[in-house]
């Protein structure tokens, strides 16, 4: 571990103490939140230096803080925190979680009723079916998610979801 990244943790740590010190008068909601906020920086930064299993870590206390409030702002920065910790279970290949923390966030966003997002969190969806072997699930959820980019009107990411089809296609056979 580099000499920045453990300054880097021990600042967040003690941001994370002082948030939960009960001597600093902050209100549930206010300690919650930026305990929150603080543990999606600290996994930020153990991402940043490719310790991944650190960066889960404080990604999932960050999670758990932005669920004790269901309020527009705490839940899109919820939204942010589990689409951060999939991305990092993705680049672990731990695809069987990505999928579990893409399936949460697809709910949190049907919940703020983000179509955008939601489709977006659907097409990794797809990417993590495919890499897990389950490909006529990849591609059923490919051609929902570029039915969805045609109604957005966004025709890149539609040809690119018919291009990972075409890759299921060419790579596996006939689903």
């Known amino acids: 571990m580099s000499r920045s990244l453990e300054k880097s943790a021990a600042t967040y740590d003690l941001a994370a103490k002082l948030a939960a010190d009960p001597t600093t008068n902050l209100e549930n909601n206010a300690m919650a939140f930026v305990s929150g906020r603080v543990y999606s920086m600290k996994g930020d930064s153990y991402d940043a230096f490719e310790e991944y299993a650190k960066a889960v870590e404080a990604y999932k206390r960050s999670v758990s803080y932005y669920r004790e409030n269901n309020s527009y702002q705490w839940v899109l920065k919820l939204a942010e925190v589990q689409g951060t910790l999939a991305d990092v279970y993705k680049k672990q290949g731990d695809y069987a979680n990505a999928y579990d923390v893409y399936s949460e966030l697809r709910a949190t966003y049907v919940g703020l009723t983000d179509v955008k997002n939601s489709a977006k969190t659907k097409e990794n969806i797809g990417?993590?079916?495919?890499?897990?072997?389950?490909?006529?699930e990849a591609i059923r959820m490919y051609r929902h998610v570029d039915t969805l980019y045609r109604t957005l009107n966004q025709p890149a990411r539609s040809s690119y979801c018919l291009s990972q089809i075409g890759e299921i296609y060419s790579n596996t056979g006939n689903y």
Not at 127 to 136: E, S
């Open 127 to 136: 990417y993590v079916l495919f890499k897990q072997g389950k490909y006529a």
